[in-house]
C-alpha cells in the first residue's frame, strides 16, 4: 500500500465516524474538532502528493490535432509538389527573383534565378541569400513563366503562405503582361496553426526545427524541401522531436492574445511568406 492510500483509508475512517457521531456535549465537541483537524491535515498530505503530480499533467505536449493528420495524409496521396518564391522585398511592387519547385519525391524540379528591374532590400537578401551580384545575369521573369508553369502544372501546390504567393504571381503577370498561373493548393502555415491547436507565429524554420528537419540554407531549395518535410511529418503525427530543454519556450504576449481571440485572430496569418 503506497502513502498515499494508507492516508485515504485513514482519511475515509475519520470521515465515516464524524459523519456517523450522533450525540452532543462538551466531550463529543472536541472529539469532533479532533478528527477534523485530522481530516484537513489528511487532505493537506494528499494535496501534496498530488501537486507535483497536476504539474507534470499541466506540461505534458498537447496532442497534435487529427483532422490536420488526416490532411497531410491526403495531400500526400496526391501529386503534389512544394513552392518557394524569393523576392526583393514584402512590398506589393516586389519582383520575384528566385523560384524553386519540390516534388513529391523530394527532387528538385525547377530551379530558376531571375533579374529584377529593381534592387533587392537589405531585408530580402538576408532572408534568402541572394544578393544583386548572384541576379546580375539571370533571365527575365518573361523567360521562365513557362517554365514555372509546366513545373506546377497537374500537382496539388504546397506553399507556406498562398496568399502572398498568389498576389505576387497576379502581380507579376499584370506587370509583365503575362498570361496568370493558376495552380491549386493549400497554406502549410494555416494547417500547422491548427495542428498544433492554434500555436501562432510559427515560422516555417520553427517548424522544421521542432520535426527533425532543421533548414540547411536559407536558400529557396532547402525551405521547398523544409515545407514538404513539415507536411510529411505532420502525415506521420510528429510535434516535436527536440531535447525536452529546448521545448520549454515561453508563449509570447502577443501568441497568447491570439490564443484567446481564438479562430477569428487566424485572419491574417497567411499574409506572411516565411
Same mark, same amino acid.
Given at each position: ?38 481530516? !484537513? ?7 501534496? *502528493?498530488?501537486? #507535483? ?10 496532442? #497534435?490535432?487529427?483532422? @490536420?493528420?488526416?490532411? /497531410?495524409? /491526403? ?26 519547385? !519540390? $516534388?513529391? %519525391? ?30 546580375? $545575369? ?23 503562405? #498562398? ?8 502581380? *507579376? ?15 502549410? %502555415? ?5 495542428? &498544433?491547436?492554434? @500555436? &501562432? ?7 522544421? %526545427? ?10 529557396? !531549395? ?8 513539415? !507536411?510529411?511529418?505532420?502525415? *506521420? ?10 521545448? %520549454? ?26
Amino acid at each position: 500500500m503506497t502513502k498515499i492510500d494508507e492516508t485515504l483509508e485513514k482519511l475515509r475512517g475519520v470521515l465515516s465516524i464524524e459523519r456517523e457521531r450522533s450525540s452532543n456535549g462538551l466531550a463529543e465537541i472536541a472529539a469532533s474538532k479532533l478528527r477534523r483537524a485530522a481530516i !484537513v491535515a489528511a487532505l493537506a498530505a494528499i494535496d501534496a *502528493e498530488l501537486t #507535483p503530480i497536476r504539474k507534470a499533467i499541466n506540461v505534458l505536449p498537447t496532442l #497534435p490535432d487529427e483532422g @490536420e493528420i488526416a490532411w /497531410a495524409q /491526403a495531400v500526400l496521396a496526391m501529386r503534389v509538389c512544394s513552392l518557394k518564391i524569393d523576392t526583393t522585398g514584402l512590398t506589393p511592387d516586389d519582383e520575384i527573383v528566385r523560384v524553386a519547385v !519540390v $516534388n513529391g %519525391q523530394e527532387q528538385v524540379t525547377l530551379d530558376l534565378l531571375v533579374k529584377p528591374t529593381r534592387r533587392l532590400s537589405a531585408g530580402a537578401s538576408v532572408a534568402n541569400g541572394l544578393t544583386d551580384t548572384d541576379l546580375a $545575369n539571370a533571365p527575365a521573369l518573361s523567360e521562365v513563366w513557362e517554365a514555372l508553369r509546366d513545373a506546377l502544372s497537374g500537382s496539388y501546390v504546397l506553399v507556406f503562405s #498562398p496568399d502572398f504567393d498568389e498576389k505576387l504571381l497576379n502581380a *507579376e503577370a499584370k506587370r509583365h503582361a503575362l498570361a496568370p498561373i493558376v495552380f491549386l493548393g493549400d497554406s502549410i %502555415q494555416h494547417h500547422a496553426t491548427y495542428y &498544433y491547436n492554434r @500555436e &501562432y507565429f510559427l515560422t516555417l524554420e520553427d517548424l522544421c %526545427q521542432r520535426m527533425g528537419h532543421p533548414l540547411m540554407s536559407r536558400n529557396a !531549395v532547402d525551405r521547398a524541401r523544409g515545407q514538404l518535410a513539415v !507536411v510529411q511529418e505532420m502525415a *506521420e503525427g510528429v510535434t516535436d522531436v527536440r531535447p525536452r530543454a529546448a521545448k %520549454q519556450e515561453a508563449i509570447s504576449p502577443a501568441s497568447s492574445i491570439l490564443h484567446e481571440a481564438g479562430d477569428a485572430a487566424l485572419g491574417d496569418i497567411d499574409e506572411h511568406p516565411f
